[in-house]
């Protein structure tokens, strides 16, 4: 084992030979002319000349390598009291029958396909299926509004469209049938073709002509063989949600993808063929692409899907069960799902029901972890617990602690150190690095490493003006934050949620780490609200933690002097209130934004990716009784 430091210069002096490194690990039906094409625009391209399959790198490789009775999917849903185990051979049966079906209706190299579908195998399988024929597919959250999946489906223009009968929630059934064919009925562009597994929680009618039956179709199929297609091609569109209103459809392309993801198993999370890695996301999101389906595959590890909650299906412990049953050596989920855990079960008593002892870490994405929530799983499991920091434009971590390189100290509130291939620098406005622990635009010096988003579908224009523009030869985050003496990277917040006080620029993501070590606070967000005086003020939501019964008040003056205490009356942090919950995104980021258009009484739209959009009247309520979103 290396160490950080030697590793991580290596991937910077000479990416090529980094990389070349880490890509012979894989597959490739015809080696690469180039590993890095410095030439190419908008940005360098990775392993050009060279083709691959991500399928048959995923599966057919480890079955022709001796693991074909392995375990490389475990489904398990407490919604539904099921539980399946695929073994590699039968994984890879099953993904060459449904890309036969593909292939019967007339889907190709370069065709797209929309994948609608809830946490069930067959959505790992949609995707596998797709890869295998050269397909590039796009997952949409199963249950996404119908007018959201018509604007998806106008974008990206499938061919066929895979897709369930239903998703199942803790307290309903969601019928995705009526959704999809809404969806198609708004969209300009029709597809040829929809596949549908009806699931016994709800049937779909199905329309003779263009809808088939998942099982039928599956089992008349004749397998397809995998199709070798360019590193550079894509292997899917992944849409997130853009500044606009119009999604923006991030392109992954397959040479890099598989060789980053591959190496980042090993490298980062310490896994290796064989273990259980456990991502409790969904399919929808970019950590469900990288490390439910494809990382653990291309790895050989034995990946589980989850169809539940981390608290309700039953109770807090459905985490501890799921690692304790299927010997989950890493655990890998966003904040949110471990504060919704230390909200309900704050002295962790489901934990000792349960057998985790071959849990060897925690990894948290998707959101800034909290230092409270960081203490308290440290706590309680006594092991690593990660906090890294990526997003769905690069598909793997920016930064994070590598355990499988050297682990490192924590410095709880930071996702520790940029990983291999990133060339993280922090620039002020006009383009000038700053001092270590200077706020400033947080950017990755090109080129990015393997996997990263060569384009937008559609549209390189709106990729040059959002992520270069900015700061030509550098990738521009969009999230402001500093590096500390010892080159710890410190995300406080998107660049748009920092707020001016009076002239100060402030980081929510400081006064939110002051009041979530408030031994009564379960979660928090802080928001900046407009303010004739001082331009905008901090806006504090908290929600308390289970069994707090102290008047609210008492914990919301408390909370006030807290951050003047800690952070001083710069903050101006006067504001703060109680409520139940919090907006969220299905992937667990609040929905700060929208919270702020409330507050300030600007027109806002419904967040397409929103959990329940109940909670954001609640929110409405909580400002309109603190004299803001027209109460005032």
């Known amino acids: ?123 790992a399988i949609a995707m596998l299926a797709c890869a295998r024929i050269g397909a590039v597919h796009s997952v949409v959250f199963g249950g996404f509004a119908a007018n959201e999946l018509a604007t998806r489906i106008d974008d990206a223009r499938p061919k066929a469209i895979l897709s ?24 300009t562009h029709k597809p040829v073709a929809c596949v549908v597994k009806q699931r016994p929680q709800a049937e779909a009618s199905l329309i003779e002509g263009r809808d088939h039956d998942w099982d039928t179709a599956v089992d008349a199929a004749e397998p397809a063989e995998c199709v070798p297609v360019a590193a550079t091609d894509p292997l899917y569109i992944l849409y997130t949600s853009g ?28 896994v290796d063929a064989g273990d259980v890695f456990w991502a409790a996301s969904d399919v929808g999101w970019v950590v469900g692409h990288s490390y439910i389906v494809y990382g653990p595959l291309l790895k050989g590890c034995t990946t589980v899907m989850y169809e539940g909650k981390p608290v309700g299906t039953p109770d807090p412990g459905a985490f501890w069960r799921v690692i304790s049953e299927h010997n989950v050596k890493v655990l890998f989920t966003a904040p949110t799902a471990f504060r919704a855990i230390k909200k309900d079960d704050p002295d962790a008593q489901h934990l000792d029901r349960y057998d985790v002892s071959g849990m060897r870490a925690l990894f948290l994405a998707g959101e800034r972890c909290d230092p409270d929530t960081l203490h308290w799983a440290r706590k309680i499991l006594d092991r690593p617990v990660v906090d890294h920091w990526w997003q769905t434009e690069t598909g793997w971590a920016i930064a994070a602690n590598p355990l499988g390189i050297e682990e490192m100290p924590v410095k709880p509130g930071s996702p520790t150190v940029a990983m291999p291939g990133y060339d993280v620098r922090v620039l002020d406005e006009s383009g000038n690095e700053v001092d270590a622990g200077d706020m400033g635009n947080i950017v990755i010096r090109l080129p990015l490493p393997p996997s990263c988003l060569p384009t937008l579908w559609g549209n390189e224009q709106r990729f040059i003006d959002a992520y270069l523009a900015r700061y030509p030869g550098h990738y521009l985050t969009g999230d402001a934050g500093y590096k500390d003496a010892d080159g710890y990277l410190w995300i406080m917040s998107r660049t748009d949620d920092v707020i001016n006080v009076a002239g100060h620029r402030l980081s929510t993501g400081q006064m939110e780490e002051v009041l979530s070590g408030h031994p009564d606070v379960a979660e928090c967000a802080v928001i900046g609200v407009s303010d004739q005086l001082k331009g905008q003020l901090p806006f504090g939501f908290i929600v308390l933690k289970a069994g707090v019964e102290r008047p609210r008040e008492e914990i919301a003056a408390e909370l006030v002097k807290r951050v003047r205490e800690q952070i001083g009356p710069v903050a101006a942090f006067k ?15 609040i929905l700060r934004g929208t919270m702020v258009k409330i507050a300030d009484g600007q027109e806002w739209k419904m967040p397409a990716t929103i959990d329940d959009p109940e909670i954001l009247e609640e929110i409405t309520e909580a400002l309109n009784d603190a004299g803001f979103a027209g109460g005032r």
């Open 164 to 187: 369930a009968s239903c998703g199942i929630e803790p307290n309903r059934v969601v019928q995705y049938k009526p959704l999809l064919d809404a969806a198609i009925d708004q969209a």
């Open 575 to 589: 504001l703060a209130t109680v409520v139940k919950r919090l907006p969220k995104t299905r992937s667990g980021k």
């Open 243 to 270: 500044t606009t209103g119009q999604p923006k459809g991030i392109v992954r392309d397959n040479g890099g993808h598989a060789v980053a993801i591959h190496w980042s198993m090993k490298n980062i999370y310490n």
């Open 1 to 123: 084992m290396g160490t950080y430091k030697k590793t991580y210069e290596q991937s910077i002096d000479d990416p090529d030979a980094f990389w070349a490194e880490a890509a012979r690990e894989l597959h490739w039906d015809e080696p690469w002319m180039l590993v890095l094409d410095r030439a190419a625009t908008p940005v360098p391209r990775w392993f050009v000349g060279g083709s691959l399959n991500t399928c048959y790198n995923a599966l057919d490789r480890h079955v022709e390598s001796g693991r074909g009775d392995q375990a490389a999917l475990v489904y398990d849903s407490p919604v539904t009291n099921q539980k399946r185990t695929y073994s590699y051979r039968e994984m890879t049966d099953t993904v060459a029958r449904l890309a036969g079906v593909l292939r019967a209706q007339g889907v190709g190299k370069g065709d797209r396909v929309i994948v609608y579908m809830p946490m069930i195998p067959e959505a």
